[in-house]
């Protein structure tokens, strides 16, 4: 039951979702659905892998490396494999004629588009119960607890 996508509207919606995860709070999501759909059109044959980059963004002081991806007109960047080492071109420093194509996808429509190609479900989460107030300053109100009207309590 597999769809086919577009692969302009695949590339475009990762684009989008590329540039809303480099602003994005926590990106993490954004990222791991970007690098499943590059890695499920990379089996397909319909990316195609170019070579590697030095990252802009160096980990912890280290230099490390990206793969460059072509997706229709789009280029992308995700983690390299070990083969990637072995068998692609090392192409140095970031090169800025790899540009993209302006795009205009809601971050919403990419979603979607990239959720149906990888056919992503969300999680379902555990409701969580509401936590109570546990302030050590915290008083509960007793009031709308104590029966009314008042009963005497009788002493035998």
């Known amino acids: 039951m597999k769809q086919d996508i577009p692969l302009q509207d695949l590339a475009q919606a990762l684009f989008t979702i590329n540039r809303h995860a480099k602003t994005a709070p926590e990106p993490k999501h954004l990222y791991q659905i970007k690098k499943a759909t590059i890695n499920k059109l990379l089996e397909e044959n319909r990316a195609e892998k170019i070579g590697l980059h030095f990252s802009d963004h160096p980990k912890r002081s280290n230099q490390h490396s990206t793969l460059l991806v072509k997706v229709d007109n789009y280029y992308f960047h995700i983690p390299p494999s070990k083969e990637d080492f072995k068998q692609l071109k090392h192409l140095g420093s970031l ?38 107030y546990t302030s050590s300053y915290y008083t509960p109100s007793s009031l709308g607890k104590m029966e009314w009207p008042p009963t005497r309590s009788r002493r035998n």
């Open 95 to 132: 090169d800025q004629n790899y540009r993209n194509p302006q795009s205009k996808m809601s971050l919403s429509q990419a979603k979607r588009i990239v959720y149906q190609f990888i056919d992503w479900k969300p999680e379902k989460k555990e409701q969580h119960r509401q936590k109570s």
